[in-house]
């Protein structure tokens, strides 16, 4: 049985075996999440992220996928970089939020993580409303089949964490 926990804080220190990157598609750092997690993990990261962009990624990874890398200097074993969505009010791409939480998961089971520390993924720059990304990732996480024991929501504010509350309880 898997434990969903909150904490209200920054992703970047947190102590977990897999720590969930919001990404862009190019792998190569970014503003938000995936600055921070760049930035405090030091250059191991991006190292690894363009030996990826030079074999099996070149155009980047796509939307809604994962994908492994060292953790650098963070206090865990791995990142987990996936791509979100960018929210559209003309379609429906919760699908691909979904398939970010359930790849992560995937690559953390072929991993052997036990425990994973999860973002609020397409929530900053991408625009994807609080309440129904929490939504989302709740559902998501609690009816994946994964051998992870302990996944914790990472939330950088209190909008962030009552949302996710909200869906927890």
Known sequence: MTTITLVQGDITRQTADAIVNAANSSLLGGGGVDGAIHRRGGPAILEECRKLRASHYGKGLPTGKAVATTAGELDARWVIHTVGPVFSQSEDRSDLLASCYRESL?????????????????????RWPMDDAA??????????????????????DEQAYDAFDRQLH
Do not use: C, H
Request: glycine share 4%; no cysteine; aromatic share 10%.
């Open 135 to 156: 939504r989302i990732a709740v559902e998501t996480v609690r009816t994946a089949q994964t051998s992870v024991e302990e996944i914790t929501f990472v939330l950088f």
């Open 106 to 126: 995937r690559v953390a089971d072929e991993l052997g993580a036990r425990t994973v520390a999860f973002p609020a993924v397409s929530t900053g720059v991408y």
